[in-house]
């Protein structure tokens, strides 16, 4: 079992910056595939970006040039950097796990606002 928990989010203007962490604990060795979801209100969540336990990345069109995802594994740690953001990435966002099973874990969300 692996629980993750998402902390960094909070309200910035448009073209500020924000870090988001997500912490895994449990059986965070079994973990392979890790990645940002989000979901604004009345629409579906969408991948943000995820990172294979290789460092192996990719990310919506929409965050391509803007946003970094890393992992720290010696921290059980992995991290959306946002930059320029903009009042359309206003949404909650959530972390992401995959384990070497395939079993899916979730974070509870944390939200994003961005005004403009």
């Known amino acids: 079992q692996v629980q993750v928990v998402e902390s960094g989010g909070g309200l910035v203007q448009a073209g500020g910056s924000l870090r988001l962490s997500c912490a895994a604990s449990?059986?965070?060795?079994?973990?392979?595939?890790m990645g940002w979801y989000r979901q604004a209100p009345g629409k579906q969540r969408e991948l943000v970006a995820h990172?294979?336990?290789?460092?192996?990345?990719n990310y919506a069109d929409s965050v391509k040039g803007r946003f970094t995802i890393h992992r720290a594994d010696a921290k059980n740690t992995m991290y959306l950097q946002m930059n320029s953001l903009k009042p359309e990435d206003t949404a909650v966002y959530y972390c992401?796990?995959?384990?070497?099973?395939?079993?899916?874990?979730w974070g509870k969300g944390t939200q994003v606002t961005v005004s403009s």
């Open positions: 992401h796990a995959v384990d070497n099973d395939g079993m899916d874990y």
């Open positions: 449990g059986s965070t060795f079994s973990l392979n595939t």
């Open positions: 990172i294979t336990r290789d460092g192996n990345t």
